[in-house]
């Protein structure tokens, strides 16, 4: 079946970059979604990326998608501490909308 | 999460009540889920709906039941609620032509003593 698979933690420091990893396995997708959820709230959707898209830059926000190798990556540029979170990929293939397990990023000051 | 309402937003139950979740949108997707989240642990996809009158399992479906009447709406329904099922529950849905769609319902945070 698809599966999604995310690193679990990132410790960035402020103003550095972050860079968020995910891959996916179901070859049929068409966007794919990185979500933010913030503790005791809903998920945010951040930002998409096509299928046949390699990048996408949407202001600190920078998606990459490598399609041979199933690989999607979220760079959070000038990272601050409002960005600490848990950030999850979501694949919209075939099937079901299926999540990584969400990866907790914390920024220190 | 206009288009999408989930209710109740909170709900407390003991060991053995039942209760049912309801989910309903307005914006004429067919796919329909309903997912639980735990802390560590992501989103895990209890039951989809991938059109009315059709429902199949997910992951985790045991201890759960759903019911898609219409195109509106799915419910999902705890019969003898346990412990294990605190959790925040959310229902999503989906559409082919995709995008910048917001996909989810605001969740249910249910806690069961």
């Known amino acids: 079946g698809e599966d999604v698979e995310q690193s679990l933690f990132l410790s960035v420091r402020e103003g550095d970059s972050s860079v968020i990893n995910c891959t996916y396995t179901?070859?049929?997708?068409?966007?794919l979604y990185w979500y933010k959820q913030e503790p005791g709230a809903g998920l945010q959707l951040l930002t998409y990326?096509?299928?046949?898209?390699d990048m996408k830059q949407d202001q600190r926000l920078t998606v990459l998608l490598n399609k041979k190798d199933k690989h999607l990556s979220l760079r959070i540029a000038d990272t601050q501490t409002g960005d600490s979170a848990i950030y999850f990929c979501?694949?919209?293939?075939?099937?079901?909308?299926?999540f990584g397990s969400g990866t907790r990023l914390q920024v220190q000051p | 999460n206009a288009g999408v309402t989930q209710t109740p937003k909170f709900q407390v139950l003991k060991t053995g009540q039942s209760m049912t979740l309801q989910c309903a949108q307005d914006?004429?997707?067919?796919?329909m889920y309903w997912y639980r989240q735990d802390p560590g642990m992501g989103l895990r996809l209890i039951y989809y709906?991938?059109?009315?009158?059709?429902?199949d399992k997910g992951e985790v479906p045991n201890g759960y039941n759903v019911s898609r009447l219409n195109k509106r709406e799915f419910s999902l329904r705890l019969e003898s609620a346990a412990p294990s099922q605190t959790s925040v529950y959310f229902c999503?849905?989906?559409?082919?032509?995709?995008?910048?769609?917001?996909?989810f319902g605001p969740g249910t945070r249910l806690t069961v003593l």
């Open positions: 179901d070859s049929s997708s068409t966007y």
């Open positions: 979501l694949d919209t293939g075939r099937r079901a909308l299926t």
């Open positions: 999503a849905m989906k559409e082919l032509a995709g995008g910048n769609e917001q996909f």
């Open positions: 914006m004429n997707h067919n796919s």
């Open positions: 709906s991938a059109s009315e009158g059709t429902t």
């Open positions: 990326i096509f299928s046949n898209m």
